[in-house]
């Protein structure tokens, strides 16, 4: 009994974060476009974004897009060494779905300010 209930726990979570990575793909799709790239994870509950025409992710975090109440961790977090990254960790487990795209046009925000000073 306990084993079914486990597997069937699974197979629900698994569908809840399929759902939420699919509506968070769709709101980087369609109000980032181009300003990134990323490839859909096949499971987890985050997605990868490389940041175009972004050398410091961290920065752009720390400098902008916390101002625009964005939260997301910069890929440099994840490195061993100390270069910068233009990746950025953007996590669909505990954001409301209903903010995912007000999320995104913050982010497109701050990458259009960043096109505009360079």
Do not use: N
């Not at 726990?9 to 476009?33: I, P």
């Not at 992710?57 to 490195?79: H, I, N, T, W, Y």
């Not at 100390?82 to 990458?111: C, G, H, K, Q, T």
């Amino acid at each position: 009994a306990v084993h079914l209930f486990l597997v069937l726990f699974h197979s629900q979570l698994c569908d809840m974060y399929r759902a939420r990575r699919d509506k968070m793909v769709e709101s980087v799709r369609t109000q980032l476009g181009d300003r990134v790239s990323f490839d859909v994870p096949k499971a987890g509950m985050f997605l990868w974004l490389r940041l175009k025409g972004v050398v410091d992710s961290g920065a752009l975090v720390r400098e902008k897009a916390v101002a625009e109440k964005v939260v997301m961790v910069p890929g440099d977090v994840f490195q061993f060494s100390s270069e910068p990254s233009p990746f950025v960790r953007v996590s669909y487990s505990v954001i409301r779905e209903d903010l995912m795209d007000e999320a995104m046009r913050r982010l497109a925000r701050v990458l259009d300010q960043t096109d505009s000073a360079a």
